[in-house]
Every structure is written in C-alpha cells, then in structure tokens.
C-alpha cells in the first residue's frame, strides 16, 4: 500500500514541477541531482558548486565539521542571496559515538542598539528600518562561529577550507536561472542602499549562465585564510566594515567585533515515539516549538493512508497555531531574557494545551493564548546537511534574513550584511517580516541575539543517526522541518519523497492556514475551508536539505525540488 500510494505521489510531483518549470533544465549551468546514495558520505546544499567542495573535503580525508565550514564559505560565493560571511546561524554537530554539540554564531544586536530604534516619535514603527539598509544589520557572527567549529572539531588546515571559496570568488560562478531572476528582482534595492552595487548589479539584466565574478570578496576570504578571527573582525575587512556604516548611518562599531563570540550551547533534547530528536535551543525558537509540534501530534497513531488527508491537516494546523502562541509569548535570547524551556516542553503541559483541538472545527486564533503557569513554580536562508564516513553528522541553517539581507554590499570588502534586526519584536503585537509577533522576551537590548526559527535537527534511532534535517522559509521553516519528520518516521515515506511533498503552515497569527499553491486537491482546500479553516495558496513552503542513514550506513541524499539544491556523497 505505501508503495502504491509513494509511487502516486511521485507521478504527482514531477508532473507539478514540470508544469511549474521547477525542475532543471538543459540550459543550467549545472547538472543538478535531487537524490544520491552513497556508503560513505553525504552532502546536500543549496547549489551544485558547494556540494562539490564540500564531497571534496571530505574525500580528502577532513570530517563534516571541515567539509560544514568549507560549504558555509562556498554558499557565501555561490548562493549570495542567503549564503554569507556577513550573517549568521547555527550549527548541530553529532558524533557517531553520540556525543553532540550546538554552536549558535547568530547575529547580535550592536551596542549602539535599543528597544525603540525602529519606531518614530509617535511609537509607530518606521517602515523599512529594520529591514533595509545599514540600520537592519546585526552583527554579523559567521566568521567566528567557522573558527569557533574548526577549533573544536577540524581536523584540515582552516586555510584549506576556505581556500576553493577564494578561487570560485575570483575566477566567478555561472549563474543558474534561479540566481539570475533572484539578482535582477533586487537590483533596485541592491541600487538604493548602496554607492556601487557591483559586483551583483550590472548595466544589463542577468542570465542564466553569465559570470558572477567578486574579487573583493576573493581578497576578503583570503584576509580570512590568512589571519583567521582578525581577517574580518579586526584589520582591513574590519575597517571597510566599520566605513561603510559610517557613511550609510549604520551603528556597528570596531567594539561590536570585538565583543562578537559564538557560543557553544546544548542541544535540545526530545523524543517523538521512541526516536531521540536533536535540535536548536534557544535564541532559536525551532528546538522548543518542533518537540511541542511533535508531541502534539503524537498522541493518534497515523499512517501514510494519512498523509494530507483534510484531517491530518486539520490536526496540524491546530497543533501549530497553539505551539506559536507560545513562541511568541515566552521565547527570546536566553543569555538576556529568563526561557522557560522545561516548563515548555512539559508533555503534560503540551497535550493540555492541545486539549481543546476539535476535530470538526477550528479554534480561531482569537481564542488561542498562549499557555499560563505558575511561573514561580519552578521567510532567504540557507541549510545544508553533511554526513562523513565515520558517521558525524551536521545540520546548519545560516542565513541573512531576507534575500540578499539589508542589500548593503560592504564596499570594498564584497560581502552582503544580514538584516537579521528585524527578528526582533521592534514593538510588541506588531509583526515582523514573517509575520511574527513577540514580546519583551524578544525586545531589542544591545548586544542581545534575536529570536530565531531556524531548526538544524537531527533525528537518532538506538544511538545511530537516523534523519539530518533542517530548511529556511523563517516563521515556516520550524513547520517545514516538523512535516519531514512526521511524513518520514511516522507515515514511513521515503525522505526523497516526504521533502517533495506539499507543505501546509499555520502560526497562529495571522489566523491562517497557508498551503503550497496549485499543490493540493481542490476537494481538499474547500473541505479545509467547511472546517472553518482561512485558507491561503502561497509560494513554496521551506527547501528541505536532508540526509537519511540507512540501517546498512548507506546515506540517501534528498535535495529539495524547489531549488537548486543538490545532492552527492561518495
Ligand atoms: O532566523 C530566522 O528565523 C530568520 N532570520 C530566518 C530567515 C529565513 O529563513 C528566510 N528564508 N527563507
């Protein structure tokens, strides 16, 4: 039956990407594979040209964390619209004897900052502040977080990771089509917050295929290779960094580069049935809201006859809605505001707050707060997984926020700054970007991180890894990775086929069920709609990198088909 019913959704899918263009084609620069089995190891990322350096690494003997840090400086040449040197992110490391380990290189809000920086002087929010331009840039945390790794785990000379990122930096990348449309849509943004906007802007509209070529970068990535932490945060990058905020009203200063440090943390830890879930705690918001998704839907046991029925939906979104209530409510940077995790990942506290899902209607949004204790009682980014051959696994997701961040290229230095300030809650109950609301837990305070989704996870059966996970998409992204768990461990579809599946996702507010356009039945929006449900078609939901360890060791590859996204192991 799952085969029948796995081999129906292929037909489905393929023909929906071929009718949405989605798929590659003969004129890419590139030939991209969506799926690849390999016994040894793994790499899946966003664009064909990371992958292979990272396959390179690892064939040349380093381990997932060098071949992580070398594909985290590719992405930065390679895939500009998320990739970078200017942002920041977190990284899931688990050894093959179990030991695992986060590092959290997200971005920090400058000293300069504070909690009203966005608003103007009748408390409303200035619209495009935190998200174009100087002011929107966190302190950017990518560089330190790649040396923080290294230092920890590398076994390869740092220079050799960064080194094939400085030759593709100088000699240019071919543009996939994808590329191509996402630079021309922000060559006027790209134009306005800049006083050049070369490399990425030029007289003519880009092509699939043209050459992206970006020597300063290639000199930045070498001062990198070079002098390590004070390649960028100190020395020449430094000071370009700190010009350029100076002359387009930006506020990081040579202390805020100092004062940057990533941060070892501990993984969540969280079971769904009797698989043992990793993921990112706090300052992202994923870890926590994922094992509460998880543990909501946990408690009917389903099937793949399930798999998006209108009441397996319906069950979600509901479960969602409630989980979000709490994430805006409770979660922020835990080295300034006090996270209530335990009390949050209460299973008794979980199913009670999913007590009131019915199954014939929806609860509206308005009447969903989010949980109460005693509390004295006690959408670009970018993820790629990498499996090696002595089964260490990492699972990154790292990101500028939106394409191309704050579209401020640092001049001279090549790079794109994040505009990861608008993370932050600029004014309670007022959404951001994503349309996420928050609380004074996320508020803005200086040298404070902003609140995350991004949800790097793994997923380990009887000690061995099992499922390396993770997707951008913001506020869907913790939705996006929680349906590949549920489609793969609990339905029991293959990962290629669970990651090209239609995704769905509510979050609470706005009181809305979004769905993947064109990608579910009508039958099944309109009953979805009878329940009660605001359904909205959107763009695709998520871009899922993953790999599956087979019993046998093999990895499974499975690139998302919403993207260039590529997979390939040895
Ligand atoms: O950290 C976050 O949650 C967001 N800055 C992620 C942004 C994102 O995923 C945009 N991508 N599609």
Not at 8 to 28: D, R, W
Not at 150 to 171: C, K, Q, T, W
């Amino acid at each position: 039956m799952i085969n029948i019913l796995i081999s129906k959704y292929n037909v489905l899918i393929i023909l929906l990407f071929i009718a949405t263009g989605c798929i590659h084609t003969s004129q890419e620069p590139y030939a991209i594979e969506k799926t690849a089995t390999a016994p040894s190891a793994m790499v899946v990322t966003a664009h064909p040209l990371a992958t292979k350096i990272g396959v390179q690494i690892l064939e040349a003997g380093g381990n997932a964390v060098d071949a992580a840090i070398a594909v985290q400086f590719a992405l930065a040449v390679v895939y500009p619209v998320a990739g970078n040197i200017g942002g920041g992110g977190f990284m899931l490391i688990r050894q093959s004897n179990g030991e695992a380990m986060a590092l959290d290189y997200r971005e920090k809000a400058p000293v300069a900052a504070s909690r009203d920086m966005y608003l103007d002087s009748a408390g409303q929010i200035i619209d495009g502040l935190s998200t174009l331009g100087h002011r929107s840039n966190g302190v950017p945390g990518t560089v330190d977080g790649m040396i923080t790794a290294h230092e920890r785990y590398g076994s390869m000379a740092f220079r050799d990771l960064v080194e094939p990122s400085i030759a593709l930096a100088r000699n240019g990348i071919l543009l996939t089509s994808n590329e191509a449309e996402e630079l021309n849509l922000a060559r006027s943004a790209l134009v306005s917050v800049n006083q050049s906007a070369a490399p990425f802007v030029q007289s003519e509209a880009w092509q699939t295929d043209d050459l992206l070529v970006q020597s300063d970068l290639a000199h930045t990535l070498e001062r990198i290779a070079n002098a390590c932490r004070d390649g960028f945060y100190r020395g020449e990058t430094a000071r370009l960094l700190i010009e350029d905020q100076q002359s387009g009203g930006g506020i990081i200063t040579q202390q805020d580069l100092d004062d940057y440090h990533a941060v070892w943390r501990n993984p969540l830890r969280g079971w769904f049935r009797d698989h043992e879930v990793l993921s990112m705690p706090p300052p992202s918001s994923g870890g926590i809201a994922l094992m509460q998704l998880l543990e909501g839907i946990e408690d009917q046991p389903l099937d793949s006859t399930d798999v998006l029925s209108v009441s397996t939906i319906h069950r979600m979104a509901e479960i969602m809605r409630r989980v979000y209530a709490d994430r805006a409510a409770y979660l922020g940077d835990p080295d300034h505001v006090e996270v209530p995790v335990d009390h949050l990942l209460d299973s008794l506290y979980i199913r009670s707050r999913m007590q009131t899902i019915r199954t014939d209607s929806v609860t509206p949004s308005g009447q969903v707060q989010e949980g109460n204790w005693d509390m004295h009682e006690s959408d670009q980014t970018t993820h790629f997984s990498i499996v090696d051959k002595q089964g260490m696994a990492v699972s990154v997701t790292t990101t500028l926020n939106l394409e191309f961040g704050s579209k401020v290229i640092v001049q001279g230095a090549g790079f794109i700054m994040n505009n990861e300030m608008d993370d932050f809650s600029a004014k309670p109950g007022v959404p951001n970007s994503f349309g996420l609301i928050g609380s004074t837990a996320n508020a803005i305070a200086p040298g404070k991180r902003m609140l995350s989704s991004m949800t790097p996870t793994m997923v380990v059966d009887h000690g061995q890894t099992r499922l390396v996970v993770g997707s951008p998409g913001g506020s869907k992204i913790i939705t996006t990775v929680f349906q590949i768990i549920f489609h793969s461990m609990e339905l029991g579809i293959p990962l290629t086929d669970a990651v090209a599946l239609p995704r769905m996702h509510h979050q609470w507010r706005p009181d809305t069920l979004f769905v993947e356009a064109d990608r579910f039945h009508p039958d099944t929006l309109m009953r979805l709609r009878a329940l009660g449900h605001h359904v909205i078609e959107r763009s695709p939901i998520g871009r899922v990198d993953a790999i599956w360890i087979e019993a046998n060791g093999d990895r499974t590859g499975a690139a998302d088909p919403r993207g260039d996204d590529h997979a390939a192991g040895y």
